[in-house]
């Protein structure tokens, strides 16, 4: 599939650090794809200018997702990819922005607990996937759409031509 991502934000900066060099790229987005989808490829990638911070980064490559369609019985089960950044860039491995610093920021005279305020975040993601000729889907799950204290996310399929289209929206909102 052709991927085309975008991050604004603090989101921006960690894409930034971690996509600077373009030769490690492709090989940085082949090996987060590959926890999920062993012998993922990424080919291609090109992306907006990182220097100018004031444009969101933006980033567009090819992608094999080997195993991400397979035969169950007499059915295909498609396992859509995740994001691959989620989860993954920042500090430790975490998706916060750098929470484990927080405190340095608000010091008091008497402290019992921390305070540690996860940053607010949103992903959106909208997959086409091309259907072979003669295969269509028997059913599309219902679309979902969830509301809490913590966040959103909402989930959208649909069939147009000889395409399933599915859009995918969260947001995660900072709490203490």
């Known amino acids: 599939g052709t991927v085309r991502a975008t991050a604004g934000g603090d989101r921006s900066m960690v894409c930034r650090s971690t996509f600077q060099k373009p030769e490690y790229r492709a090989k940085i987005l082949s090996r987060l794809y590959g926890r999920h989808h062993q012998g993922a490829d990424v080919v291609g990638v090109t992306s907006s200018d990182l220097k100018d911070l004031n444009a969101p980064v933006s980033l567009r490559y090819s992608v094999d997702l080997p195993g991400c369609l397979r035969r169950s019985g007499d059915e295909f089960v498609l396992e859509l990819p995740e994001e691959p950044l989620r989860g993954v860039l920042g500090y430790g491995g975490k998706d916060e922005l750098f929470p484990e ?11 019992e607990h921390d305070v540690v305020l996860p940053a607010a975040w949103q992903h959106s993601a909208h997959y086409e996937i091309g259907l072979p000729e003669g295969l269509a889907p028997a059913a599309l799950p219902a679309d979902v759409k969830l509301e809490g204290e913590f966040g959103r996310l909402a989930i959208a399929r649909k069939i147009e031509g000889r395409k399933l289209m599915v859009d ?9």
């Open 168 to 176: 995918k929206s969260q947001i995660g909102r900072a709490h203490v």
């Open 101 to 111: 610093h927080f405190t340095v920021y608000a010091p008091g005279a008497k402290r």
